[in-house]
């Protein structure tokens, strides 16, 4: 099959070019079988061929992306929809059957019916069912005997880091997805906002020259994942010239990115919507597409 | 003309404003077997929360997996090569003639076609299977399989006022096999999830139950040489198998362990809308991205 094919043509060239940093050594466990290509510290700077100059050139980039770490909020719609259907279920469940899951006349069973007591109310308000002066007397000795129960204490969903607006910690707006964003000079030695980029070396393929150049750019304590061999997109920074930047998506798995200082002075994970106010109006056109929405 | 309608309209506001709530003459009908009442409306449960997992299909593997399994096509595909006329309801010679294609259905062989954001690899259904020999000889065996699925699966038939959901179902011979096997007699069970609940079963696979499995490698992948042209590598559906042992690990049942006569292995296939050669490899790269460990043997 084809991906088999793209595969096995993948291994060939990387017999070649042995000196490829494709390791992960902070956070994935390694591969026995696959060869340790980390034989010494990836070149800062990627070399240009030094012949005549090609035709076109081309560049790659790397969309490096942070997952959301926690689930979404939902809306206040959302809420209330969720909400009216859970007491849909609860009126309409098959009935529960006790007997298999309780001994008769157990501590457990009687603390479940207290909780389940609890949750009916939530649900429909005070009816006569729920508000059996017997039945919560009962519970309550139930309850007074099983003790206090520690209480869960959940972790909050803002993190100190959008409290404090730190736009380099990964632990910043967890619902969403993040990308990194560099500040280098561009080649007319303006500081502009981007994502991490470099050129290609002879015979070097596309998605392999991304991975150098992006820890070329972010130094080695990072790890990371470019999810396929294929570019996402690409971008013609200016059309008189015949210059190429392909994309490719890349996951961090571990570690934070420690930029040399020479070349790149500054980072920051940024949403989309945040993405668009750093970055030129033309850059910004090139490349919204390929970052998603939330 | 327009005055008296709005003559009318007032009325009929003034009257609407003024009146009660209906009152309720007759009690709802209940159902004779459950005494539960039944409702005026066919009322359908819908999602009663967020799904975790679905979010992160949608959020993170849908792209990725579409990047991944993307194959660039520069040129249009040729069309397939008819080898003879195949059934055309205008060709009076096809018409009403039984009219196989030849060499079989080559289904298995076709391409997949071109990946787009419209048809990456999604999980459809997940349909859990048990067969209990046992059975055979005694159907009341049959029993504590079923307690057992309706417990992992939470379905039953109807769940929800949706009437495709059938719930746990019993299998049932299909044909008479020596002295091993009879017609129509209960063998096993199986349960189809979908939507969230089958997300959430994978959820509870990932996060309860392998991890805990002893030495658990994975599963185990058919080696690299095997076709992928074949039915098993072209439609779709990457199934394993989880041992007895693994049932306890399961919260819905751990709770209550004792009460199960016995503990059940079961299969678990995960069918996707992958199809075509190589639809196999996709599907593991979908699991995978749910957290699901693969192993060469």
Redesign the interface.
Known sequence: MFARRALSSCRTHRSMHRTTPSSRSLATATDANAPSTSTGVPPLAPSKPKKEAPKHTLKAAVILNRSPIISRTPTPFEKSYYAYQSRIQRALHNPFPNEFYFKPGSLLEGKFAAEERDREREAFGRTSSTDDDAAINASKDVLEVLGEEEVVKLMPRVHEADLKGDVKSLDRNGERNLYLLLRAKDAAGKDVWRFPQGGVQAEELLHDAAQRDLHAECGAHIDTWVVSRNPIGVYQPSPSEETYLFFYKAHILAGQVRPDGKNIHDFAWLTKEEIETRVGTEYWTGVKDMLADF | MSAAVAVQRTAAQVTRRAARPIRIRKPLRRNEK?G?PI?HVN?I??????S?VA??YY??LQ??LM??????EPHARKAPRVIRSLFDPEDPYTMNRFNPIAGGSRWAREVPPPTTSENVVKLERIQLHSMQKSAVTNRSNLLGAI?AFRAISGE?IG???RRTTDGVQVIRGKKSIGNWLREGVPIGVKVDLKGPKMYEFLATLVDFVLPRLKEYPGVVMPS?KSP?NTPHGASGVVSFGLPPEAMVYFPQIE??VD?YPALYGMHIHFITNAQG??AQ?SVRALLSGFQIPFA?R
């Open positions: 459950t539960l409702p009322v449960l819908r999602d009663t929360q967020q975790r979010d992160h959020n993170t792209d990725d990047y991944m399994t993307y194959v660039h307690m039953s769940a929800g006022g690299p992928l709770i209550n009460a050669v190589g490899n060469r």
